[in-house]
């Protein structure tokens, strides 16, 4: 058993320790030894030369909002289509249902070319925008999902008592579905945070690029400075960890209803 | 009345947001893949040339063909390994009170929520010729090994960096769901003498098919767009051993400019994605029929 968390554990614990070794350490002791002196010199290196606050700074820029905007706007749409019967209401869930399937590269091209139509390239609501637009599919199937076993009772009575739709939705709805929202913040979090393709193509220099992009460009432009390279990945991967660890009592649950889909 | 105004308010929101990610994406893409542009030709006129580019994918293995071998290759052995991988643990962790049980899903944790680039690059680094590993190799007497040069050994190294960052996710799925199985069952089945190998063999498996299969869906999905890590880790390479459909169909577009023949790759991948759901839904219908 603790073999085999040590298994899982061995790089973590190896990209921890190289970041905190000079780099002459890391040549003559080897990767595994801890380092004779602790030296947080290649954080400050990552952080001040390779600007790793600014790059830091641009993924939350671009996190927060979409994950906000994208559970906003699936709840708003998950509402009407599971508690109100209307035409044409189930082929809009087709569709957001279809939306699951696509294949990443389909849309690629045709949003690269959208957003500079619309001026927003290497601009934060580029990503902001294509990030709350990927959410939606998988957002609005959940939410509905969810939505749809509230009884019905509860609504009725609120209509009784003249409660405005945006009324029940807010008051009733929303705070019954705090559970599966928590599921879907860990989720959408840990997508956009994790983004590289689009960081990639929508971005160019350090005005919105997120970090994971400039991690990865930190590679090649520089002889292999390990100890640089693991402080960059460092700090790059504690926010998504963290994240996981505050809402991990959610998370099981969180898979088995992201596994209902299909 | 008054409830059923103002929906269209509500849906719209996010209507304009599926267009935008989805609608609109697809059919530009659907148009595209019909037609013969290529920004390597330049002031090459655009015009619809039929199926041109889904028969041009088939007419050298080199295009599809080899990617989609890969994919197979990659995809089975990853998920295989770690379907049996977790079980086994699963069963282990939930089968007995072990302390420091709670310490050890937290570690379980750490590799799937950690970024994919990083993951890629960290294995990168590993296995590179001057790497962790060869180093190690190097002081057991072991000549380095060309870990990332040779297209096989490449093929493994992705394989084990998948297995390593998703097994976890495995285990967690597998052991909620032994937790939840009565405990009546297996005593039961104890009472009557039945060995362990048989319990979990008869009893405890066909109760989770459920979820295993829901689980399998869920990693052959993934498995089948993973970009970041294959990317990171080999960048497809060498001469290409890496790439999965996923990869090469991100090369041909953006860096072969060649629009025409990356969007039909596309639509190809999102064909036979389609039949995997549709494979793995229909076990899923079944079972719920009781037909198994």
């Known amino acids: ?262 | 009345m008054r409830l059923n105004k103002g929906r269209i308010g509500f849906v719209l929101p996010a209507v304009v947001f599926l267009a935008i990610g989805s609608l609109f994406p697809f059919f530009y893409s659907l148009v595209r893949s019909f037609q013969n542009w290529n920004l390597n030709v330049p002031g090459d006129k655009i015009t619809f040339t039929g199926f041109n580019n889904y028969a041009q994918l088939f007419t050298s293995f080199e295009v599809f063909g080899k990617p989609l071998v890969i994919t197979i290759i990659f995809v089975i052995s990853s998920i295989t390994l770690e379907f049996i991988i977790a079980l086994l643990l699963a069963l282990l962790i939930s089968s007995r009170d072990i302390k420091g049980k709670n310490f050890f899903r937290t570690c379980l944790i750490i590799p799937m929520a950690t970024t994919p680039v990083i993951v890629g690059l960290m294995g990168k680094y590993l296995f590179s010729d001057f790497g962790i590993i060869n180093h190690y190799l190097g002081k057991l007497g072991i000549p380095p090994q060309p870990w990332l040069g040779s297209s096989t050994m490449a093929l493994i190294v992705v394989i084990i960096v998948e297995v390593w960052q998703w097994t976890p996710f495995m285990i967690l799925i597998l052991e909620a769901g032994l937790n939840d199985i009565p405990q009546t069952a297996v005593e039961a089945a104890d009472m009557d003498g039945a060995k362990p190998w048989q319990v979990v063999l008869f009893i405890k498996l066909p109760l989770l098919k459920r979820l295993i299969v829901l689980a399998l869906m869920l990693r052959t999905m993934d498995c089948i767009r993973i970009f970041d890590m294959i990317w990171s880790l080999t960048g497809g390479g060498p001469v290409n051993a890496t790439e999965t459909v996923s990869i090469a169909a991100y090369r041909i577009a953006f860096r072969y400019f060649n629009i025409g023949l990356g969007t039909a790759y596309c639509f190809m991948i999102l064909i036979i994605t389609i039949l995997i759901s549709i494979f793995y839904v229909n076990i899923l219908t079944r079972e719920e029929q009781g037909a198994w």
């Open chain 1, 1 to 262: 058993m603790i073999v085999l968390a040590f298994m899982f554990l061995v790089p973590i614990y190896g990209s921890i320790v190289t970041s905190f070794k000079s780099i002459e350490e890391i040549l003559t002791e080897g990767f595994w030894s801890l380092p004779n002196h602790f030296s947080f010199e290649s954080y400050v290196e990552a952080w001040q030369l390779k600007n790793f606050g600014r790059y830091l700074l641009n993924s939350f820029i671009i996190t927060i909002p979409s994950v906000i905007i994208s559970i906003l706007v699936a709840s708003l749409a998950a509402y009407p289509l599971s508690r109100i019967k209307f035409k044409g209401q189930n082929i809009i869930f087709f569709l957001f249902v279809a939306g699951l399937f696509l294949p990443p590269q389909i849309n690629l091209l045709p949003l690269y070319k959208f957003i500079n139509m619309i001026g927003l390239y290497d601009t934060y609501w580029a990503l902001i925008i294509v990030h709350v637009a990927f959410g939606q599919p998988i957002c609005v199937f959940i939410l509905r999902n969810f939505f749809i076993n509230i009884p019905f009772e509860i609504q009725e009575a609120a209509k009784m008592d003249g409660c405005s739709n945006f009324r029940i939705y807010s008051r009733i709805i929303m705070p019954l579905a705090k559970p599966v929202i928590a599921v879907l913040l860990i989720f959408q979090f840990t997508w956009v945070w994790n983004d590289f393709l689009w960081g990639m193509i929508l971005t160019q220099g350090e005005n919105a690029r997120p970090v994971t992009v400039a991690l990865f460009n930190l590679q090649g432009m520089y002889v292999v400075e390990w100890n640089i390279q693991t402080a960059g990945a460092n700090i790059t991967a504690i926010p998504t960890i963290v994240v996981f660890l505050l809402f991990q009592r959610y998370f099981i649950k969180g898979i088995t209803l992201g596994a209902v889909k299909g």
